[in-house]
Each structure stands twice: as C-alpha cells, then as structure tokens.
C-alpha cells in the first residue's frame, strides 16, 4: 500500500554533515508520522528520530540531540533527517519508517511501512 525510498546517504568524514529524505509512494494519505531508525553491523535497529505529519511534533533519541534534526515538507510528503556533527558511531544503514496511527512513537514495532534503507558511513 505503501512504498518508503530513502536517500541521501554516503561517505563523509567526523563533524560533517548530511541530510537524508524519505519519499512515500502509493497511499500516502494513511500515513502519519515518520520515523527514522538505524541499524549499525552486529547491533540490533534503533530509534532516531520521528515526526508527526499533522503537528510536526517530534522526538529524538538522546545520542543525536542537538546534532540530528526531522522535519517534513507536506507539499512535497517528504521527510528529512539533517544529521550534523556526525561521529564515527552515527555509522549505519539507516531506514525510514511509517505509521498508520496519529501518534508519535520509538517503537519499531508501531511502524507499519518500511524503506529499504540507505548507507551512512562516518570516518574519523
């Protein structure tokens, strides 16, 4: 029903920046806050950062507060990660997600759509 692609990511060095986006395709009216988890090898997903489409409230995982920023476009229904000051271990595949309910939530377990994910690699 619902297709997430995710880019922006790649290969940068510690203290740089990048901005990640999150494009939905298909029923996107049934989506209501989008998330965004990361996975680094040998480490189980975790929670980043999500936002609430309707009102933009958010929430952030205490490791990227302050550096990390989501916002959205709802003209364009893309979502944005802003990732500043990244650190060896912001390294990860990083994945967007949606939800189905109106509520804003960390748990994998809440989001219903998934992307495929997209590289993010910090060197120091």
């Known amino acids: 029903q619902v297709q997430l692609v995710e880019s922006g990511g790649g290969l940068v060095q510690a203290g740089d920046s990048l901005r990640l986006s999150c494009v939905p395709s298909?029923?996107?009216?049934?989506?209501?806050?989008t998330g965004w988890f990361r996975q680094a090898p040998g480490k189980e997903r975790e929670f980043v950062a999500a936002?609430?489409?309707?009102?933009?409230?958010?929430d952030y995982a205490d490791s990227v507060k302050g550096r990390f920023t989501t916002s959205r476009d709802n003209a364009k229904n893309t979502a944005y990660l802003q990732m500043n000051s990244l650190k060896p271990e912001d390294t990860a595949v990083y994945y967007c997600?949606?939800?189905?309910?109106?509520?804003?939530?960390?748990?994998?377990?809440?989001?219903?759509?998934w992307g495929q994910g997209t590289q993010v690699t910090v060197s120091s």
């Open positions: 997600a949606a939800t189905r309910g109106n509520y804003l939530t960390p748990s994998a377990a809440n989001y219903a759509y």
């Open positions: 298909g029923r996107t009216s049934i989506i209501y806050t």
């Open positions: 936002i609430m489409r309707s009102s933009g409230r958010t």
